[in-house]
């Protein structure tokens, strides 16, 4: 039995942050999944679910930091705000695209987040990609669009019912194209500012949190009175639809919680995340559907390059963290013998030792 707990722990301590983004794409797809079997316009769970979390936040926040919660607000107000409010657009936008397309695609879709985050990482930081990660970027975003298939190449209509025009329909499904787009841009400035947050130490993961839930209480009113659906929030009297709109926040609650300690506890957490969420957004369809939507030969072959195009630059970079872990720690094994006839343990060495560590530190974080 001590052996088996202590095999646990090892797993627990090593890939703790896979873990815990397996939780997170578990809650997601719980999440977007209730939202189509409430069968409510998708803004309305939204801000029900941005309610109900703040509240809990708020109460998780007192108990775990007090006054201190204030302190910490005061303190990163400037990055927790840029974050809350691209997360929360984010996650708005997300939301209202449930309505546009069925969550297996909506999961594939997803996965495109690592092109976004190279273009953000690329303005905002001046990161410039490889031609290795360029070509990667590029196969996903093909695949995206032999995903999604747009009439504008040639693909046919999205005509859903008789009544509807193939205009009214193309210009509702390149609306959705386009909601998707801004959130996936959103949610990669909001992921690079969560990181430094994160790994600063200085902010509680339930202060974040609830900065966050407050702003999407904002977004989703915003959207509901601009959509003419902010009626719907005051005649909701199904039980099984409130039960639903409880599960979505305190689902949330935990989704929030596990993307805080994904990105402080594993380096490339978000492109694990966005890898296995699309193992479990098909369930969700079987869920709400009871089948799989009808798929064709180039929904296949879009779901194919997308997953092989994101699967080799994770597994390229994971193999660059670890070679340069590795060289760092035979330089560090070297720094302790004797340089320049001074002892072992010399503030010489010692020096020597932390830029070896910070520059691994940083080639991790990028």
């Known amino acids: 039995m001590q052996s088996v707990l202590a095999c646990l722990q090892i797993v627990w ?11 997170a794409c578990v809650c997601m797809t719980a999440i977007f999944s209730l939202v189509k079997i409430s069968k ?16 809990v936040l708020l109460l998780i926040t007192i108990y775990s930091c007090g006054y201190d919660g204030v302190r910490q607000i005061q303190k990163n107000w400037k990055l927790l705000f840029l974050r809350s409010g691209f997360d929360s657009a984010a996650a708005a936008l997300f939301y209202s695209s449930l309505a546009y397309f069925p969550l297996t695609e ?4 997803m996965q495109t987040q690592t092109a976004f985050t190279m273009i953000v990482a690329f303005i905002i930081l001046r990161e410039k990609p490889s031609l290795f990660q360029i070509l990667c970027a590029f196969g996903a975003m093909v695949g995206a669009i032999l995903v999604i298939q747009p009439p504008v190449l040639g693909f046919p209509s999205k005509s ?4 509807q025009s193939d205009f009214e329909a193309n210009l509702r499904f390149y609306m959705g194209c386009a909601v998707i787009t801004v959130a996936l841009l959103m949610f990669a ?5 969560m990181r430094i947050l994160s790994t600063s130490g200085q902010i509680h993961w339930a202060t974040t949190a609830m900065v966050q ?11 509901l009175v601009a959509t003419g659906d902010a009626h719907v929030l005051f005649f909701i009297c199904e039980p099984e639809k409130k039960v639903a709109i409880i599960s979505i926040a305190l689902l949330s609650c935990i989704l929030q919680m596990c993307f805080f300690f994904c990105l402080k506890y594993e380096k490339a957490s978000m492109l694990i995340l966005v890898t296995i969420q699309v193992l479990f957004m098909p369930i969700g369809d079987l869920i709400v559907y009871g089948k799989l939507p009808d798929f064709n030969l180039f929904h296949f072959s879009g779901f194919l390059l997308i997953s092989v195009s994101i699967l080799s630059l994770f597994i390229a970079k994971h193999l660059a963290i670890v070679a340069k872990q590795r060289e760092a720690d035979e330089k560090r094994k070297n720094n302790s013998v004797k340089l320049d006839g001074e002892p072992t343990g010399s503030n010489h060495s010692e020096k020597e030792e932390n830029v070896y560590e ?7 974080e990028t």
Do not use: D, M, N
């Open 106 to 109: 909506i999961g594939f879709l």
């Open 213 to 223: 839930a407050a702003f999407c209480i904002v977004f989703a009113v915003i959207g």
């Open 13 to 23: 301590t090593h890939s703790r942050g896979k873990l815990i983004g397996i939780l």
């Open 40 to 55: 409510l316009p998708p803004l309305v769970p939204f801000l029900y679910r941005g309610f109900f979390a703040a509240q």
């Open 358 to 364: 910070e520059s691994t530190q940083k080639t991790s």
């Open 160 to 163: 859903t019912t008789a009544a």
């Open 189 to 193: 400035c909001g992921g690079t500012i």
